[in-house]
């Protein structure tokens, strides 16, 4: 479920990204007002973030789901594996 979470703000982040990059930025607010509490410390963000960077971290969640769900580890070890790689 965690993991879910993380993907879920990464996708978030991966369209924010363009949009941004496409000038879009208020059309993305719009469709995610509600589920965002603080759009300034989003663009922040997302204007500090690269593509790149996110691309990596979206292939970082995905392994980790993948490890999880073919118990490779125990899905703690892998969340705090996925945490410390996304926060490096």
Same mark, same amino acid.
């Given at each position: ?12 982040? +991966?369209?924010?990204? =363009? *949009?941004? #990059? $496409? ?5 993305? @607010?719009? +469709?995610?007002?509600? =589920? *965002?509490? #603080? $759009? ?5 963000? @997302? ?42």
């Amino acid at each position: 479920m965690l993991v879910g979470l993380i993907a879920s703000n990464y996708h978030r982040l +991966a369209i924010g990204k =363009r *949009l941004l #990059n $496409e000038e879009l930025a208020t059309r993305f @607010l719009k +469709a995610f007002r509600c =589920r *965002l509490s #603080n $759009e300034n410390s989003f663009i922040t963000t @997302l204007q500090k973030s690269s593509a790149e960077k996110i691309t990596k971290g979206i292939q970082l969640i995905a392994d980790a789901d993948l490890a999880i769900k073919t118990s490779q580890a125990t899905p703690r070890l892998q969340l705090e594996m996925l945490v410390c790689e996304l926060a490096s």
